[in-house]
């Protein structure tokens, strides 16, 4: 008997695959039109392939798997370390994509033991690498977890894929890893060199590739606002002069699988994110986004920059390539500092120092592996006696 084969999804449908806000109410908070990007080169490359993505329950991982199943991947691997996120991501794919494939492993992709059991449910040709801790503040005051999963994990996850033959590995990075200043950036910048040293002169091709602030992610900004908003607020706004560069999960996935598939082996690709977008004019339009079901007067309270926070973030500089992919900006992401067998035995000390929760010795062995390291001391920046009182018909829209 022939078996019937699955009909690739119609680029239309397999576009529109992550749940979020109208586009329209996008394009007033990101301040542009979201982009959309053609999906034909990815359902080519994507078709039949067996894709793995670590930290799949979170909003990134959960956005990937979404467009691999409707792009047409044949087998989806899930390594997810919270059991309830695992649940509801394979739940999601099994009711929207029942012809796909879909292996769900729960465990920490940082154990050795639970990488090597995933890639074996393949061959798996493509590695999508999401899983991180990703809260800027909270970061600061846990170096030690910092490091052991955004460096260490990662470090774990890319020797597995190099031994096991791997097609690709895609490192999830973050532009706070351009001159970084807060532990998050650091150890991303660190994660990002360490992979490069892993697969260099490996059959596995290394794209890194680097992006902001997602809306509607968890825990982002929007969230929060959102959230403050419905208990009649104050909306807490760090400074009116802060901007951070956004944009949606959908626009965020289609631009790692792009670099997937386009990428060259060891480059760093950032996210062409448009103009960096001012947080007190996204606070004013997500109020004006509320107008009708205000009751009462909300109002936006500045609090300072928190630890780790800077008031903006670098403007990518793109290395000229020609052809490169709308969307997707080569950039030149070397900093001095430790490679090669250097870096290793940086490694070596950041693992023991993890074992024994040596808090000095990682702090000087993420300096001494980032050298453009420059975390900022000294209280929150905070502008004085600043607070706005709005109601929804003060706020245009």
């Given at each position: 008997?022939?078996?019937?084969?699955?009909?690739?999804?119609?680029?239309?449908?397999?576009?529109?695959?992550?749940?979020?806000?109208?586009?329209?109410?996008?394009?007033?908070?990101?301040?542009?039109?979201?982009?959309?990007?053609?999906?034909?080169?990815?359902?080519?490359?994507?078709?039949?392939?067996?894709?793995?993505?670590?930290?799949?329950?979170?909003?990134?991982?959960?956005?990937?798997?979404?467009?691999?199943?409707?792009?047409?991947?044949?087998?989806?691997?899930?390594v997810e370390i919270d059991e309830l996120a695992l649940l509801q991501v394979q739940e999601q794919l099994q009711r929207h994509s029942p012809a796909l494939e879909c292996v769900a492993i729960l465990g920490d992709c940082g154990d050795p033991a639970v990488i090597a059991h995933a890639l074996r449910q393949g061959p798996v040709d493509a590695v999508i690498h999401a899983a991180a801790y990703k809260h800027v503040p909270l970061l600061e005051t846990q170096l030690r977890e910092a490091v052991r999963n955004n460096v260490l994990a990662t470090d774990t996850v890319a020797l597995?894929?190099?031994?096991?033959?791997?097609?690709?590995?895609?490192?999830?990075?973050?532009?706070?890893?351009?001159?970084?200043?807060?532990?998050?950036?650091?150890?991303?910048?660190?994660?990002?060199?360490?992979?490069?040293?892993?697969?260099?002169?490996?059959?596995?091709?290394?794209?890194?590739?680097?992006?902001?602030?997602?809306?509607?992610?968890?825990?982002?900004?929007?969230?929060?606002?959102?959230?403050?908003?419905?208990?009649?607020?104050?909306?807490?706004?760090?400074?009116?002069?802060?901007?951070?560069?956004?944009?949606?999960?959908?626009?965020?996935?289609?631009?790692?699988?792009?670099?997937?598939?386009?990428?060259?082996?060891?480059?760093?690709?950032?996210?062409?994110?448009?103009?960096?977008?001012?947080?007190?004019?996204?606070?004013?339009?997500?109020?004006?986004?509320?107008?009708?079901?205000?009751?009462?007067?909300?109002?936006?309270?500045?609090?300072?920059?928190?630890?780790?926070?800077?008031?903006?973030?670098?403007?990518?500089?793109?290395?000229?390539?020609?052809?490169?992919?709308?969307?997707?900006?080569?950039?030149?992401?070397?900093?001095?500092?430790?490679?090669?067998?250097?870096?290793?035995?940086?490694?070596?000390?950041?693992?023991?120092?993890?074992?024994?929760?040596?808090?000095?010795?990682?702090?000087?062995?993420?300096?001494?592996?980032?050298?453009?390291?420059?975390?900022?001391?000294?209280?929150?920046?905070?502008?004085?006696?600043?607070?706005?009182?709005?109601?929804?018909?003060?706020?245009?829209?």
């Open positions: 008997m022939m078996r019937r084969r699955r009909r690739l999804p119609s680029p239309v449908r397999a576009w529109r695959v992550s749940p979020g806000r109208r586009p329209e109410r996008n394009a007033a908070l990101l301040g542009r039109p979201a982009r959309q990007l053609d999906p034909a080169p990815l359902c080519a490359w994507l078709s039949g392939k067996t894709v793995l993505v670590t930290g799949a329950g979170g909003s990134i991982g959960a956005g990937l798997c979404r467009h691999c199943a409707a792009l047409g991947v044949r087998r989806l691997v899930l597995a894929c190099h031994r096991a033959g791997v097609g690709c590995f895609v490192l999830v990075s973050t532009d706070k890893a351009v001159a970084p200043v807060s532990v998050l950036g650091a150890s991303k910048r660190l994660a990002e060199k360490v992979c490069a040293v892993r697969l260099a002169g490996s059959r596995t091709r290394l794209v890194t590739v680097r992006f902001g602030n997602v809306l509607d992610s968890a825990g982002s900004v929007l969230q929060v606002f959102r959230a403050q908003i419905q208990r009649g607020g104050p909306v807490t706004v760090t400074h009116p002069q802060a901007t951070r560069y956004f944009m949606t999960i959908d626009e965020a996935c289609q631009l790692i699988l792009l670099a997937a598939a386009q990428g060259r082996a060891g480059a760093v690709y950032s996210l062409d994110m448009g103009p960096a977008v001012s947080i007190l004019t996204l606070a004013r339009h997500l109020l004006a986004q509320t107008r009708g079901r205000l009751r009462r007067r909300i109002s936006i309270v500045f609090t300072g920059l928190r630890p780790g926070d800077r008031l903006h973030e670098p403007t990518v500089v793109a290395m000229p390539e020609a052809g490169h992919a709308t969307g997707l900006l080569r950039v030149d992401a070397h900093d001095g500092g430790p490679n090669g067998a250097g870096l290793l035995a940086v490694l070596a000390r950041l693992r023991q120092a993890v074992a024994t929760y040596d808090l000095p010795t990682l702090r000087d062995c993420l300096h001494d592996a980032v050298p453009d390291y420059a975390p900022q001391a000294g209280p929150a920046v905070s502008p004085p006696g600043c607070s706005l009182s709005l109601h929804a018909e003060d706020v245009n829209g």
